[in-house]
């Protein structure tokens, strides 16, 4: 290890000393040019400050005759013509422009005096020299051959002879143990050490070049640190690990200095790497994720004074994939300690949420899709952790974690908007993922009709926060939150009226209030939006309020529908023993409910509408004639065949029958108006 160290040390030190020898030698030549340039400008100035000395001849205007209008514009073009090829503007070097006005003020016998502060046209066309081959670049800057090799090639191989033989030297010392282990140890950190000065001395010409020295002395520090320990024993296990950890905060801060990408993520792999190079296959998950908690602290801090988010990355994926197999490793063995891993877990979350948009704060810049990225899947990897760590654990806490990750999203947007003015974007997807938590909560702690409650509720809530807002990502949510009530009451009355064993009380029961709610949030929807006349953008896709409503209130009426035809059905069905006349009930509805929509509809005098009451009337004549109309003779049947005393049928047929009379005179009227 020594030897490599030692080549590559003395290796750096002869490419550092070429380059400054090069540019050295390059520099000299340029300033005798410099020189002999300005001396040819000197002898310009002084021949043209001897013939503005002498007598100019006096202009004496002549006076012609005015050309027709068509021949002035042919002179007036040939003049302008003349004056840009007697006048052609080449961009130049100072020193060569100078020449060249010099030359041309002798050439012409007057000259034009040009306004202060003039702008001079320069043309955007540069004549790049031809290319050189490496042989023609050799001997311009090798014009002596002899002097370059006994000056620079020679050398170099009496350096690289004397490297070799130090190397060997070393080599048959450690072979010899002349070298002890500490001595080894030694000779490593100063290699690093005289690396690191010599990138230190090339930092201000060659800074890039120099970062690679300071890569190189860092990586060199890591391994003889972990030598010493694995290997040579040295050092304990809190000593190793002291040493890396400064290490690490030095690279870090080398990194900053420097302003080199690259070197902060050295930095990071060093750090992350520090763990394994120092275990022994025992330790403590505390002492193991503090240590990464204050690694990724510190990547926090880079991340306000850069926008790298390359590092914040690679930090986020370091973390990540260390948490989860060692949270895999503790499930499977069934020693999880719940209370730390949640702990931790959190500390972690909080640190990659706020160093996504930290140097934004600072810099008032705007976020890149990688930093979308990293919220979103940062979000969602502690959502998952936290919920197994919950489940795992056995407490009925999931509902209330959802709920306190959508809170910390809406809390964190609303304190980002304010006080620093964050980019519209980035507020928007915290508030999509505060509304997907809270979406998400009810379902997760609850079952049954909460969550259509819950539901119903959100979607009126945040139409509402929209209009007061003017944040799409509300109306998203409420138009996602809406569709998914509408899915869960029907599977709320799949399980209460056709699944379930349990009696249901009449109107005063869970399904029947769900249902009443669920039209209630569909009503209050429609009137809010009957204050929105314009369309709105909802990312990139156009919200036509007037369409939305025209489809909750079809929904609404639908819904309407159902909620009555299903409680009515069930509690007839339980509480009358003739089968026809329970049914009757449930018919009597349906023609009341028709003829409540046909009288409501007429009254908007629409054209489309008159159409629909006519076919909805039709429909029901049909239903009479075809299926209804036997329902009292049926009834009839059942109680003399199982000794009941059922008359709801024939009652309710008369009802029935004043039904069809009316659908009946809607369609002659409507028929007869158009």
């Keep these: ?9 003395l290796v750096f030190v002869i490419i550092s000393l070429n380059k400054s020898a090069a540019n050295s030698k390059t520099t000299q030549e340029a300033i005798g040019k410099l020189k002999d340039e300005i001396n040819s400008l000197n002898l310009k100035i002084d021949t043209q400050t001897l013939k503005a000395e002498e007598p100019q001849p ?22 302008e013509k003349q004056i840009i090829e007697e006048n052609p503007v080449v ?16 050439l012409q016998p007057e000259t034009i005096p040009l306004q202060e502060n003039a702008e001079i046209p320069v043309t955007e066309k540069i004549v790049l020299p031809p290319k ?18 006994g000056e620079n090639l020679i050398n170099k191989i009496g350096i690289l002879i004397l490297v070799l033989g130090i190397s060997f030297f070393v080599k048959y010392a450690i072979d010899k143990n002349w070298i002890n282990e500490p001595a080894r140890v030694g000779i490593g950190i100063l290699c690093g050490a005289l690396i690191m000065g010599v990138a230190h001395r090339l930092k201000k010409n060659y800074k890039a070049f120099s970062s690679v020295f300071v890569a190189g002395a860092i990586s060199i520090f890591y391994f003889t640190i972990g030598i010493a320990f694995h290997d040579y024993h040295l050092f304990n296990q809190a000593t190793a690990f002291i040493i890396m950890v400064i290490i690490t905060i030095f690279s870090a801060f080398v990194s900053v200095s420097y302003d080199r990408k690259e070197l902060a993520v050295l930095s990071l792999i060093g750090g992350f790497a520090v763990p394994f190079m120092v275990s022994t ?10 240590y990464i908690a204050i690694l990724n602290i510190g990547m926090l801090i880079i991340a306000y004074f850069k926008k790298w988010s390359l590092v914040t990355l690679l930090a986020f994926i370091f973390s990540c994939v260390l948490f989860s197999f060692w949270f895999g490793e503790k499930v499977i063995d069934g020693g ?73 999203n809406l809390a964190y947007a609303i304190l980002l908007y304010k006080k620093f003015g964050l980019d519209k974007n980035a507020i928007y997807l915290l508030l999509g993922l505060a509304l997907t938590f809270v979406t998400l909560a009810i379902p997760i702690q609850f079952n049954g009709n909460y969550i259509t409650l819950f539901w119903s509720a959100e979607a009126v809530l945040l139409f509402w926060l929209f209009q007061k807002s003017r944040i799409a990502a509300f109306k998203l949510g409420a138009i996602v939150v809406q569709t998914l009530m509408l899915f869960s009451l029907m599977m709320d009355w799949d399980f209460y009226y056709v699944k379930s064993t349990a009696i249901l009380k009449p109107a005063f029961n869970p399904i029947f209030i769900t249902g009443l709610v669920s039209l209630v949030s569909l009503i209050l929807t429609y009137l809010l939006l009957r204050k929105e006349k314009e369309e709105v953008d909802i990312f990139t896709v156009k919200f036509n309020p007037a369409l939305y409503r025209q489809g909750v209130s079809i929904a609404a009426v639908i819904v309407g529908y159902f909620i009555g035809l299903f409680e009515i059905s069930y509690q007839a069905n339980m509480g009358i023993a003739n089968y026809y006349s329970a049914q009757s009930y449930s018919v009597l509805y349906h023609f009341l409910f028709s003829t409540g929509v046909i009288y409501f509809t007429l009254k908007r005098k629409n054209i489309a509408v008159n159409n629909l009451a006519i076919i909805l009337s039709c429909i029901n004549i049909l239903l009479y004639i075809v299926v209804f109309h036997q329902l009292v003779t049926d009834e009839m049947k059942e109680n003399y065949y199982s000794d009941l005393s059922g008359k709801s049928a024939f009652f309710i047929h008369y009802i029935l029958l004043a039904c069809l009379a009316y659908f009946g005179y809607t369609i002659i009227r409507l028929r007869n108006n158009n």
Excluded at 58 to 79: D, F, G, L, Y
């Design 132 to 149: 050189k081959s490496w042989l023609q670049t050799f001997k311009e800057k090798n014009p002596d051959i002899e002097k370059f090799i």
């Design 281 to 290: 296959g025992e330790g403590s998950y505390k002492v193991l994720f503090t």
């Design 58 to 79: 006096e202009i004496v205007p002549v006076v012609t005759e005015e050309p027709q209008p068509a021949i002035r514009e042919e002179i007036k073009a040939e003049e």
């Design 1 to 9: 290890m020594e030897i490599f160290l030692l080549l590559i040390i």
């Design 91 to 106: 961009e130049e070097a100072p020193v060569q422009a100078a020449m060249s006005a010099a030359v041309s003020q002798e």
């Design 336 to 408: 999880l300690p719940y209370r730390g891993a949640l702990f931790f877990a959190t500390l972690f979350y909080l640190v990659f949420s706020i160093a996504t948009v930290v140097n934004n704060l600072r810099n008032k810049g705007t976020f890149s899709k990688l930093e979308y990225f990293i919220i979103i899947v940062n979000t969602f990897f502690y959502f998952g952790i936290g919920i197994s760590i919950i489940h795992k654990w056995g407490i009925d806490f999931k509902g209330l974690f959802t709920v306190a990750l959508a809170l910390y």
